[in-house]
T-cell receptor, first 114, second 113 residues
């Protein structure tokens, strides 16, 4: 158990809809990262937040947005969903402990867009 | 353009022998490298990391070697155990590990009894 929790575990929705994925980082971690894993693209970095502020952006679409709240949990919002958005979405956190730069991953949310 | 490449989609090794997983990268700005292990239906699990100022890091049965001039790293698992069967991902970062990671596509390691 990495200490990172993600909800929901599975999500099925229709094209054009909007969903919110939630992540709670490990205790003490200030950084939260979001990744997308699709069959053809592998694991792709989407966005990073550090202590409530956006820190780095990767291959995140404009239809996607994220935020990190004062209690450090994070939400990834996906809107105007398309079939190609079906993927596993992972959250990771880092910062606490003796290994501040190792990212610890949650179990993921599997999104299916029909 | 793939900046981190794992050219072997799968690797089969006998139990007790050494498993060697390889990874190549093209971005010379990468300065921190990590290996993750992933079982089906779970998130990636951190295994071992190495900074670009080192050429070797060891943790129990796992050793990572970094050859900066060749832009190549490898993960050695000795001895290989049945529980090591999983997909292994190589990842790299430009920000000393503090930024988002760039992942390879993974190598599926199968340990044969």
């Amino acid at each position: 158990d990495s200490g990172v929790t993600q909800t929901p575990k599975h999500l099925i929705t229709a094209t054009g809809q909007r969903v919110t994925l939630r992540c709670s980082p490990r205790s003490g971690d200030l950084s939260v990262y979001w990744y997308q894993q699709s069959l053809d693209q592998g694991l792709q970095f989407l966005i990073q937040y550090y202590n409530g502020e956006e820190r780095a952006k990767g291959n995140i679409l404009e239809r996607f947005s994220a935020q990190q709240f004062p209690d450090l949990h994070s939400e990834l919002n996906l809107s105007s969903l398309e079939l190609g958005d079906s993927a596993l979405y992972f959250c990771a956190s880092s910062g606490a402990g003796s290994r501040p730069y190792e990212q610890y991953f949650g179990p993921g949310t599997r999104l299916t867009v029909t | 353009d793939q900046q981190v490449k794992q050219n072997s989609p799968s690797l089969s090794v006998q139990e007790g022998r050494i498993s060697i997983l390889n990874c190549d990268y093209t971005n010379s700005m990468f300065d921190y490298f990590l290996w993750y292990k992933k079982y089906p239906a779970e998130g990636p699990t951190f295994l071992i990391s190495i900074s670009s100022i080192k050429d070797k890091n060891e943790d129990g049965r796992f050793t990572v070697f970094l050859n900066k001039s060749a832009k190549h790293l490898s993960l050695h698992i000795v001895p290989s155990q049945p529980g090591d069967s999983a997909v292994y991902f190589c990842a790299a970062s430009e920000g000393g590990g503090a930024d988002g990671l760039t992942f390879g596509k993974g190598t599926h390691l199968i340990i044969q009894p």
